[in-house]
C-alpha cells in the first residue's frame, strides 16, 4: 500500500518562493541484492516523480537505485496564483501514484 | 591533571585505529562497483562533452555518514534563476555505487531558488559529484568526499 507525504504551505503571497516536501512510501529494491539461495532480487524502483502547478509541470526528477527507500524530495517553486500541485510517482511493475495538495495566494 | 590528558590522547588514538580498521573490509568486500570512467561516461552523457567548470554549485552532504542507507543531500546552485539566467537540471553522480547515477533533477526558472534536496544510499565511503546544466548552456559542478562507515547492502544476503 503506497502512500505519500505532502507538505506545501497552505497559503502564500504572490510571487513567494515557497518550499514543497514529498516522499513516497516504496521500498526501492535496488536489483543489486540476492536471496540466501543466490537469485539476484528483481529491481522495483521508482523511476520518475513529476509535480504540475496548476496543469504546468514545475519539476520533474529521474530517479535511480541510488535513491533511498521511500524517496523523500524537496524543491522549490514561486507561488504564482491560487490552485492544485498534482505530484505522480512512477516506477517499475507498473507502479503509478498520484497525489495532490492545494494552495491559496494572496 | 598530565596524566589525565594523556589517557584520553590514547583512547582516542585506539578509537580512531579501530575505526580505520572497521572500514577495511567493508572497502575489500564489494564485488560490483562503478569505476571512475563509468563516471567519467555517466557525467559526458548529460554533458555531451562540454566543459564542466567548478563553482556556484554547492553540494550539502555530512562527510560522515554512519548509515549509507539513507543519507540526506542538499544541492544549491548560485542562480538568479530569472528567464534569462537559470539552472535547468541538476544531476547527481556517484563513485562507486553499482551504477553511476543517483537522480536528475529538471527546474526552470519558475523555481524560484535553484535547491534540490533527497536522500540517498551509499554503497563504500567515495566521492559525490552534483553537476548544475545552466539557461546559457554551461556546466558547473562540486563534489564532496563522504567516509560511510555502514554501507548500503547492495549485495547483502536477504
Given at each position: 500500500?503506497?502512500?505519500?507525504?505532502?507538505?506545501?504551505?497552505?497559503?502564500?503571497?504572490?510571487g513567494?518562493?515557497?518550499?514543497?516536501?514529498t516522499l513516497?512510501?516504496?521500498?526501492?529494491?535496488?536489483?543489486?541484492?540476492?536471496?540466501?539461495?543466490?537469485?539476484?532480487?528483481p529491481?522495483?524502483?521508482?523511476?520518475?516523480?513529476?509535480?504540475?502547478?496548476?496543469?504546468?509541470?514545475?519539476?520533474?526528477?529521474?530517479?535511480f537505485?541510488?535513491i533511498?527507500?521511500?524517496?523523500?524530495?524537496?524543491?522549490f517553486?514561486?507561488?504564482?496564483?491560487?490552485?492544485?500541485?498534482?505530484?505522480?510517482?512512477?516506477?517499475?511493475n507498473?507502479?503509478?501514484?498520484?497525489a495532490?495538495?492545494?494552495?491559496?495566494?494572496? | 591533571?598530565?596524566?589525565?590528558?594523556?589517557?584520553?590522547?590514547?583512547?582516542?588514538?585506539?578509537?580512531?585505529?579501530?575505526?580505520?580498521?572497521?572500514?577495511?573490509?567493508?572497502?575489500?568486500?564489494?564485488?560490483?562497483?562503478?569505476?571512475?570512467?563509468?563516471?567519467?561516461?555517466?557525467?559526458?552523457?548529460?554533458?555531451?562533452?562540454?566543459?564542466?567548470?567548478?563553482?556556484?554549485?554547492?553540494?550539502?552532504?555530512?562527510?560522515?555518514?554512519?548509515?549509507?542507507?539513507?543519507?540526506?543531500?542538499t544541492?544549491?546552485?548560485?542562480?538568479?534563476?530569472?528567464?534569462?539566467?537559470?539552472v535547468?537540471?541538476?544531476?547527481?553522480?556517484?563513485?562507486?555505487?553499482?551504477?553511476?547515477?543517483?537522480?536528475?533533477?529538471?527546474?526552470?526558472?519558475?523555481?524560484?531558488?535553484?535547491?534540490?534536496?533527497?536522500?540517498?544510499?551509499?554503497?563504500?565511503?567515495q566521492?559525490i559529484?552534483?553537476?548544475?546544466?545552466?539557461?546559457?548552456?554551461?556546466?558547473?559542478s562540486?563534489?564532496?568526499?563522504?567516509?560511510?562507515?555502514?554501507?548500503a547492502?547492495?549485495?547483502?544476503?536477504?
Open positions: 500500500m503506497a502512500s505519500a507525504l505532502i507538505n506545501v504551505p497552505a497559503k502564500a503571497k504572490r513567494d518562493i515557497i518550499e514543497i516536501k513516497m512510501s516504496h521500498i526501492m529494491e535496488t536489483g543489486y541484492r540476492h536471496t540466501a539461495t543466490g537469485e539476484v532480487v529491481r522495483d524502483i521508482i523511476t520518475s516523480f513529476a509535480c504540475r502547478y496548476n496543469g504546468t509541470e514545475i519539476f520533474r526528477a529521474d530517479l537505485a541510488a533511498a527507500a521511500n524517496p523523500f524530495i524537496t524543491f517553486t514561486t507561488a504564482t496564483a491560487s490552485g492544485k500541485f498534482e505530484f505522480e510517482w512512477i516506477g517499475d507498473g507502479f503509478s501514484e498520484t495532490s495538495a492545494s494552495i491559496t495566494v494572496e | 591533571m598530565q596524566h589525565k590528558d594523556s589517557t584520553r590522547r590514547q583512547f582516542l588514538g585506539l578509537a580512531g585505529g579501530a575505526a580505520v580498521l572497521g572500514a577495511v573490509p567493508i572497502v575489500t568486500v564489494r564485488p560490483s562497483e562503478a569505476t571512475p570512467a563509468e563516471l567519467a561516461s555517466a557525467i559526458r552523457t548529460i554533458t555531451n562533452g562540454a566543459q564542466v567548470r567548478t563553482g556556484k554549485v554547492k553540494l550539502d552532504v555530512p562527510p560522515l555518514v554512519e548509515n549509507g542507507n539513507t543519507v540526506p543531500l544541492v544549491n546552485v548560485a542562480s538568479p534563476m530569472a528567464p534569462e539566467d537559470h535547468r537540471s541538476i544531476h547527481i553522480f556517484n563513485e562507486k555505487n553499482p551504477q553511476p547515477n543517483i537522480g536528475n533533477f529538471h527546474l526552470g526558472p519558475h523555481s524560484g531558488r535553484a535547491q534540490v534536496s533527497t536522500r540517498i544510499r551509499l554503497a563504500d565511503s566521492k559529484v552534483a553537476i548544475a546544466r545552466l539557461s546559457d548552456g554551461s556546466f558547473w562540486a563534489s564532496v568526499d563522504v567516509v560511510v562507515t555502514l554501507a547492502c547492495t549485495d547483502e544476503v536477504i
